[in-house]
């Protein structure tokens, strides 16, 4: 051992009040960071791992775009004004990213905000357009069915969300079961007001959900793109109900459509020569095929009804394809690689990480330990402070041993190993102590777990009950941050001591 760190030994022992004043600050700063810390990268975990198993994959490739699209849909303060972006050539993208050696699963999905109303009560979702095969491989533990069953393949239908359902069963007047029909509402820039009347096939919920996703509900893609704006993939005869067909009853299709001599419009038509003379206009402009392009189908196929096109045609309408990468892929290194391959083939689209899929909750909840981080920084300012009054009381009780000792021949380099020697010994001595009572902590808090008082806290922590875990690295990171604090302090109470001339030393 030294002579500079035994002499920084015992003047530890010799001034033990002053010591354990530094070490208690020390070991409860080291305790809060390592405490801290941990619960930060249990709820960052928590979070990243509920959203990349149960909602968006690793990887969301979508339209490229300007503003913030998550799979909630358009964010910020433009949102009602812009249109959501679809994934351009989506089959050539789906086709590549599919057969990807890195990527375990893709989901091709859609979204689109709805009223839900059921008889007389009315309720809100976020409709997922999906299509099931690809969402139930991608997400298989994702739902708990509570009530009928799933989308199949190609079907058309809702999937309630069990917390939509309580809203319209709130009164207890009304119970929706599956098989009943409930008329979904949609209001978007590029759309306007789309109204779609589809069957209930089941009611489920989100076994990892949180106030965030609570209201989602899966739909089926065709009733999706038509909420969104987007263009139809078929058109399906309505079913009326008892008023509404009794209402409509009054007019017979034949009096609308019919003979002129019988119609509604025949007093309007009795003295126009339709058919004489302009007959030309309607026969050589507006043939068949011309009205069968107006409504944008192909030639070559029938049209099934007006406004309707061939689902050929409409396969690309879709807002995302979410990838989920196979274990230990770098989600970073395969999005740069796939923005790469999208810029080779000209194709307008961009990659997003899980966290810019995930939305405003899930970034205000991984930004709260930015602002842990920043309050420590505060706390460690302050600490450093208090350390170094307290080692500048203690230099400058030792004047005249350390002039003694410049006057005896010690270089300044020796003095300053003393002083430095003491902060380390002593920030290390009590860091440990504060690393046992940090983990003592965590194992205390793991045991009896830490309940969400709200539901801002139940997506922080990624559930409703946080189970913080000791991370190593907040360990090792507090340790050092610690060690550094104690040099810190050190210089200023180092910088009095060789200044101090040896013959005023002694003289003191």
Same mark, same amino acid.
């Given at each position: 051992m =030294?002579?500079a760190?035994?002499?920084a030994f015992?003047?530890?022992l010799?001034h033990?009040?002053?010591? *354990?004043?530094?070490g208690? *600050?020390?070991a409860v700063?080291i305790?809060?960071l390592?405490v801290g810390n941990?619960l930060?990268?249990t709820?960052?975990?928590?979070i990243?791992?509920? @959203?990349?198993e149960? @909602?968006t994959g690793?990887l969301?490739i979508?339209g490229r775009?300007?503003?913030?699209v998550?799979?909630?849909?358009?964010?910020g303060?433009?949102?009602m004004?812009?249109v959501?972006? &679809?994934?351009p050539?989506?089959?050539?993208?789906?086709?590549?990213? %599919?057969?990807?050696?890195?990527?375990?699963?893709v989901?091709p999905q859609?979204t689109a905000?709805?009223?839900?109303?059921y008889?007389h009560?009315?309720?809100?979702?976020?409709a997922?357009?999906?299509?099931p095969? @690809?969402?139930? !491989?991608?997400?298989?533990?994702n739902?708990?069915?509570?009530r009928?069953?799933m989308? *199949?393949?190609?079907?058309?239908?809702?999937?309630?969300?069990e917390q939509v359902?309580r809203?319209?069963?709130?009164? /207890?007047?009304?119970?929706?079961?599956p098989? !009943?029909r409930?008329? #979904?509402?949609?209001i978007?820039?590029a759309?306007g007001?789309r109204v779609?009347?589809?069957p209930?096939r089941?009611?489920?919920?989100?076994?990892h959900g949180n106030?965030? &996703?609570?209201?989602?509900s899966?739909v089926?893609?065709?009733?999706?793109?038509?909420?969104a704006?987007?263009?139809?993939?078929?058109?399906t005869?309505a079913? *009326?109900?008892e #008023?509404?067909?009794?209402l #409509?009853?009054?007019v017979?299709e034949d009096e609308l459509?019919? /003979?002129l001599?019988d119609? #509604?419009f025949?007093?309007?038509?009795a003295d126009?020569d339709?058919?004489?003379?302009?007959?030309w206009?309607?026969?050589d402009?507006?043939?068949?095929?011309?009205?069968l392009a107006?409504f944008g189908?192909p030639e070559?196929?029938?049209?099934?009804?007006?406004?309707a096109?061939?689902?050929?045609a409409q396969?690309?309408?879709w807002?995302?394809l979410l990838?989920k990468l196979?274990?230990?892929?770098?989600p970073?290194?395969?999005a740069?690689?796939l923005e790469?391959?999208?810029a080779?083939?000209?194709i307008?689209?961009?990659v997003s !990480?899980?966290?810019s899929?995930?939305?405003?909750v899930a970034?205000?909840?991984?930004?709260t330990k930015?602002?842990f981080n920043?309050v420590?920084?505060v706390?460690?300012?302050? %600490?450093?402070?208090?350390?170094?009054?307290?080692?500048?009381?203690s230099v400058?009780?030792r004047t005249?041993?350390?002039?003694?000792?410049?006057a005896?021949?010690a270089q300044? =380099?020796?003095v300053?190993?003393i002083?430095?020697w003491?902060?380390?010994?002593?920030?290390?001595?009590f860091g440990?102590?504060?690393v046992?009572?940090?983990?003592?902590?965590?194992?205390?808090?793991?045991?009896?777990?830490i309940?969400?008082p709200?539901?801002?806290?139940?997506v922080?922590? /990624?559930?409703k009950?946080l189970r913080?875990?000791p =991370?190593?690295?907040s360990i090792?990171?507090s340790?050092?941050?610690v060690?550094?604090i104690?040099v810190?302090s050190?210089?200023?109470p180092? =910088?009095?001591?060789?200044?101090?001339?040896?013959?005023? %030393?002694m003289q003191?």
């Amino acid at each position: 051992m =030294s002579v500079a760190l035994k002499i920084a030994f015992r003047n530890i022992l010799r001034h033990k009040t002053k010591t *354990l004043i530094v070490g208690v *600050l020390i070991a409860v700063g080291i305790m809060v960071l390592i405490v801290g810390n941990s619960l930060m990268d249990t709820a960052e975990r928590g979070i990243a791992q509920t @959203y990349v198993e149960s @909602y968006t994959g690793h990887l969301l490739i979508t339209g490229r775009h300007h503003g913030n699209v998550t799979i909630m849909g358009l964010e910020g303060p433009d949102a009602m004004d812009a249109v959501m972006p &679809v994934v351009p050539s989506f089959a050539q993208v789906f086709e590549y990213v %599919a057969n990807h050696p890195r990527v375990a699963a893709v989901n091709p999905q859609a979204t689109a905000g709805a009223l839900v109303d059921y008889e007389h009560r009315r309720g809100l979702t976020q409709a997922f357009g999906i299509d099931p095969e @690809y969402y139930q !491989d991608m997400f298989p533990d994702n739902i708990e069915i509570l009530r009928g069953r799933m989308l *199949l393949p190609g079907e058309e239908g809702i999937v309630l969300n069990e917390q939509v359902v309580r809203r319209l069963e709130r009164t /207890g007047e009304v119970r929706v079961q599956p098989g !009943d029909r409930v008329i #979904l509402t949609g209001i978007s820039t590029a759309g306007g007001v789309r109204v779609r009347e589809v069957p209930v096939r089941g009611v489920f919920r989100f076994r990892h959900g949180n106030p965030a &996703v609570n209201f989602v509900s899966l739909v089926d893609i065709t009733n999706v793109r038509a909420l969104a704006g987007m263009k139809l993939l078929q058109v399906t005869e309505a079913e *009326l109900t008892e #008023l509404e067909a009794r209402l #409509l009853g009054g007019v017979d299709e034949d009096e609308l459509f019919g /003979g002129l001599e019988d119609s #509604l419009f025949s007093d309007l038509f009795a003295d126009a020569d339709v058919f004489g003379e302009g007959a030309w206009l309607f026969a050589d402009v507006l043939d068949e095929d011309a009205l069968l392009a107006g409504f944008g189908a192909p030639e070559d196929e029938p049209v099934e009804g007006i406004g309707a096109v061939s689902a050929a045609a409409q396969s690309d309408a879709w807002h995302f394809l979410l990838v989920k990468l196979v274990d230990g892929a770098d989600p970073k290194a395969v999005a740069a690689e796939l923005e790469q391959w999208l810029a080779a083939h000209g194709i307008d689209a961009m990659v997003s !990480d899980w966290l810019s899929g995930a939305g405003a909750v899930a970034s205000l909840a991984t930004g709260t330990k930015l602002v842990f981080n920043i309050v420590v920084v505060v706390i460690a300012v302050v %600490a450093v402070i208090i350390i170094m009054n307290t080692l500048v009381i203690s230099v400058t009780e030792r004047t005249t041993e350390i002039g003694t000792m410049r006057a005896l021949g010690a270089q300044k =380099s020796f003095v300053r190993r003393i002083i430095v020697w003491e902060t380390v010994m002593t920030a290390g001595l009590f860091g440990l102590v504060g690393v046992a009572a940090g983990l003592l902590v965590l194992l205390i808090l793991n045991w009896s777990g830490i309940e969400a008082p709200n539901a801002f806290f139940e997506v922080l922590f /990624g559930g409703k009950v946080l189970r913080p875990v000791p =991370s190593l690295r907040s360990i090792v990171s507090s340790l050092v941050i610690v060690l550094a604090i104690g040099v810190a302090s050190s210089l200023y109470p180092v =910088s009095i001591a060789l200044r101090t001339e040896p013959v005023q %030393a002694m003289q003191e």
